[in-house]
């Protein structure tokens, strides 16, 4: 009986899993119907054959990135240093996206950064100017274009272990063929009918960067569910709102439409981006309907 080994997760696809051990990369899968298992996972398994085998056991994280859905989730990396988020004029970008990934982010405790790809198109110029504001909130944001110089890029991933979230078609892939060379992740033309991105990555991988550090890219996406995450969480993970902790009437102010609530003294002051309250807003409502069944 081969005696068990341990490795890390570089490759989620559905249940099939690549582990990297020794050196050496085994194709395992999970006992049953048993998932829960992590793209950067770190991981106990044991051979079943040349180049296979089966996990037992996932080692504790320092952090994870996933979404929910009612009692569904979707695991995305865990063990990494930041969260990469990628936007773009083209597809038409959605905020509650963003949003709700940069929540999902500091729920985790895992720091974002924002890069708007496809600064060369015209329609890039007014995406900017909305972005702008994230920074005083603490975001760094990184403009550059994808298919032209990658080199801010580069500087923020170096040495790191990052994952790369958003949309289909904000370019994620081109960024990885761009970073590491013979990567080959797929690429897609935007569909012009749906003004949206074709899915071209449906699992998860990660990619060594020739300078050190890792990439993970994730499959693109046009929703993020945060259902596992409490009211309380909800409210910390806006740093606006955070900021303003303990200034409401109520100490268990919701920020929906209490008064003398400091949140919404902030929004009509025009302190706090509507867009972003009105996503908070639709959360709380949802986290509560869910709570309800």
Known sequence: MSASLQGRVVAVHGQHLHVLSGGEVHECVTRGK?????CNDQVIFKPTGPGTGVIEKVLQRRNLLYRSIAHRTKLLAANVDQVVVVTAAVPAPRDELLIRTLVASAAAGIPAHIVLNKA?????AWLYTRLRPYRELGYDLTTLTAKADIAPLRALLAGKTSVLVGASGVGKSTLINALVPGANAGTGDISSALNAGRHTTTHTR?????GGGEIIDSPGMQEFGLYHLGTEDLMNAFPEFRE???????????HLKEPDCAVL?????GRILEERWRVYRGLVRELESAAAY
């Open 244 to 254: 303003l902790s303990g200034r409401c009437r109520f100490h268990n102010c919701r």
């Open 206 to 210: 990660a990619f060594p960067l020739p």
């Open 265 to 269: 003294e902030a929004l009509r002051a």
């Open 120 to 124: 060369d198109l015209p329609e890039t």
């Open 34 to 38: 048993k998932g829960g298992v992590a």
